[in-house]
């Protein structure tokens, strides 16, 4: 009983010493410790990593905290704007749906619509007739459809043609619709656009060019 006792109030606590020193590498036994020897880490040069002071662990604590505040706002101004995008596009207000739009993704580099929210923007723009406000938005569906959105590059030929009058960059657009994309209808309306736009782009139309996309 007393070689327990002896146990119990002397090599028990200062075992536990000794790993809590190891674990908090207060002591180098280079990598011939227990925890190596089971790791089969044992012998192995040890990559010497300086300690931190406590002035620079409570930097680094303050900067991680501000981090996370920064991300945790950024992420409250996303959602924020998502909620505001959406009730614009439900009430028809176009125009303040994409000014939504335009303002984050100058702020925010990480800001994006998803495709559904593109084309529900395109559509309440072009039925105010806000049709060269719905360029952009097209520009970018297309730019991410997997399938090349040949029914929405042809509506963007067709405003970039007739609207804004670019014959150049409605040939780019049409140029991407692969042959049998299309149904028969809207084949003969791409090769009526096509031409049109070739003539006029022969023609030495003037256009106005623009870097929104």
């Not at 000014?99 to 702020?107: D, E, G, N, P």
């Not at 090349?148 to 040939?171: D, F, H, M, S, W």
């Amino acid at each position: 009983m007393r070689r327990i006792a002896l146990w119990r109030s002397g090599a028990l606590p200062g075992f536990a010493i000794a790993i809590a020193m190891l674990k908090l590498d207060w002591v180098d036994c280079e990598n011939w410790d227990v925890f190596a020897v089971f790791a089969g880490r044992e012998g192995e040069e040890v990559e010497k990593r300086p300690k931190m002071s406590r002035e620079q662990k409570s930097r680094a604590k303050q900067a991680a905290a501000e981090a996370a505040a920064e991300q945790e706002s950024v992420e409250a101004k996303r959602a924020l704007a998502v909620k505001q995008f959406v009730h614009h596009v439900q009430h028809g207000n176009g125009m303040e749906a994409l000014a939504v739009h335009v303002r984050m993704r100058h702020a925010d580099s990480e800001w994006e619509l998803t495709q559904q929210q593109r084309m529900a923007l395109i559509k309440v723009l072009q039925k105010q007739k806000l049709w060269s406000e719905s360029v952009a938005p097209m520009a970018e569906f297309v730019r991410d459809a997997p399938d090349g959105a040949p029914r929405v590059r042809l509506k963007l030929a067709q405003v970039l043609l007739v609207q804004e009058n670019r014959p150049g960059r409605a040939l780019d657009a049409l140029s991407a619709i692969a042959p049998g994309d299309l149904p028969p209808e809207l084949e003969k309306m791409r090769q009526k656009l096509e031409t049109v736009a070739k003539k006029r782009y022969e023609e030495g139309e003037l256009e106005i060019e623009t870097d929104e996309w």
